[in-house]
């Protein structure tokens, strides 16, 4: 099914039509934060591709977890995220941040790392209960791992696969940012 088509069913089972979703909208976001009408009748009738933000929007308007939303759509199959539209972030502190960059149905999850020069995140260990892997490639900067107390010091185009089970944490001891990207297999949150 397509995505439209999707959010078509749903908005009709909802009795919710187009102006109503135009202007429900009005009441929970703020107005720059507000989709046109002319593109929310554009993602209806399939003339346009919805960024992940308007698909968040749309789940915060339909009550609906994103989940929900794309299962059983094209969305399911090919998910796409550009640029800072990031599917979730989080902070370990001011000055490290990981971006979520897959789709909430992979069965494997992919970050953005980023930590500025100090940073250091808190000591990470995936649940036991089978075996976790993880994978970390430098995408930018130099970075120190430490894994279960050993120290690996990994540079730009360096990658390192490890049993996440394992304690580790990462650190930024340089004077300029590191980015990396981290993936987990498979997720565990």
């Known amino acids: 099914m397509k995505t439209h088509e999707k959010l078509n069913k749903m908005l009709s089972d909802a009795g919710i039509g187009l102006k109503d979703l135009y202007e429900r909208q009005k009441k929970l976001f703020p107005p720059k934060a507000c989709l046109s009408l002319h593109a929310y009748r554009k993602i209806l009738n399939g ?36 640029g800072n539209n990031r599917a979730d972030s989080f902070m370990y502190n001011e000055k490290a941040t990981a971006d979520i960059i897959t789709s909430p149905l992979c069965s494997f999850i992919s970050m953005e790392l980023v930590l500025e ?73």
């Open 47 to 82: 003339e346009s591709s919805p960024r992940l933000s308007t698909l968040l929007k749309l789940c915060q308007l339909l009550e609906v977890s994103l989940l929900e939303l794309i299962e059983d759509t094209d969305l399911r199959d090919v998910f796409l995220i550009r």
């Open 117 to 189: 020069p100090g940073a250091q995140t808190r000591i990470e260990r995936s649940p036991q209960d089978q075996k976790y892997e993880k994978c970390v490639y430098i995408m930018e900067g130099r970075l120190k791992l430490f894994i279960d107390n050993l120290e690996y010091n990994l540079k730009r185009k360096d990658s390192i696969t490890f049993i996440s089970s394992k304690s580790h944490y990462f650190q930024n001891a340089h004077s300029r940012k590191c980015v990396c990207l981290v993936t987990l297999s498979p997720k565990h949150f």
